[in-house]
């Protein structure tokens, strides 16, 4: 099973900031199949990047993902005031199927 | 536009069964995988199986395997999960969540999610 480790475990910024987040894989993950989530206090998660680099339908252009092999990142490039949430990657294997999230960073308002 | 509604919350005793439904509207069912993933409270997500209902095949995480039972009613358009022999560690947020068949892997949208207490 291929692990995911998110760092930090938290962040502290304020609005106006930039924010990295980083999602680091105990094996080699195509870029195809690395996702970001977004989830706010008792709410479902909210899908943000696909394919590494994708933005989701919706998602506002301060959002995005790089990344490649074992290490990936999500970046967001001025934080607004709803951007502060958990945020979570997520990897996806074939054979067999298999999928694993890495343990969260929270984005806390400083 | 899809949309995934789950049922309500639930509170069980260690040792039995619950089961939990998800009723996708706005889209067609036949193209999706329907995935289940849990949130003990204060914890991150875990991935515990999909189900692709046009062929009826289901895939579990290995920590699950044995335990639950992932099913798909076409008729209705609702998946459904199923938790046995459950124990207090169990007490969680179940979502389930749509991919497309071989098209997308990624989890969009999600369903709002069902409490499942379990205590004595």
């Known amino acids: 099973e291929i692990v995911l480790t998110q760092s930090p475990g938290t962040l502290s910024l304020s609005p106006g900031e930039r924010a990295t987040l980083s999602c680091r894989a105990s094996q080699s993950v195509s870029s195809s199949y690395l996702a970001w989530y977004q989830q706010k206090p008792g709410q479902a998660p909210r899908l943000l990047i696909y394919?590494?680099?994708s933005r989701a339908t919706g998602i506002p252009d301060r959002f995005s993902g790089s990344g490649s092999g074992t290490d990936f990142t999500l970046t967001i490039s001025r934080l607004e005031p709803e951007d502060f949430a958990v945020y979570y990657c997520q990897q996806y294997g074939s054979s067999p199927p298999e999928v694993t999230f890495g343990q969260g960073t929270r984005l806390e308002i400083k | 536009q899809v949309q995934l509604v789950q049922s309500g919350a639930e509170v069980k005793k260690p040792g039995s069964s619950v089961k939990v439904s998800c009723k996708a509207s706005?889209?067609?069912?036949?193209?999706?995988?329907i995935s289940w993933v849990r949130q003990a409270p204060g914890q991150g997500l875990e991935w515990m199986g999909r189900?692709?209902?046009?062929?009826?095949?289901?895939n579990y995480a290995q920590k699950f395997q044995g335990r639950v039972t992932i099913t798909a009613d076409k008729s209705t358009s609702t998946a459904y999960m199923e938790l046995s022999s459950l124990r207090s560690e169990d007490t969680a947020v179940y979502y389930c969540a749509r991919s497309i068949v071989g098209a997308t892997w990624w989890f969009d949208p999600w369903g709002q999610g069902t409490l499942v207490t379990v205590s004595s």
């Open positions: 189900i692709i209902p046009i062929l009826g095949i289901a």
């Open positions: 706005g889209g067609t069912f036949s193209s999706y995988t």
């Open positions: 394919g590494a680099s």
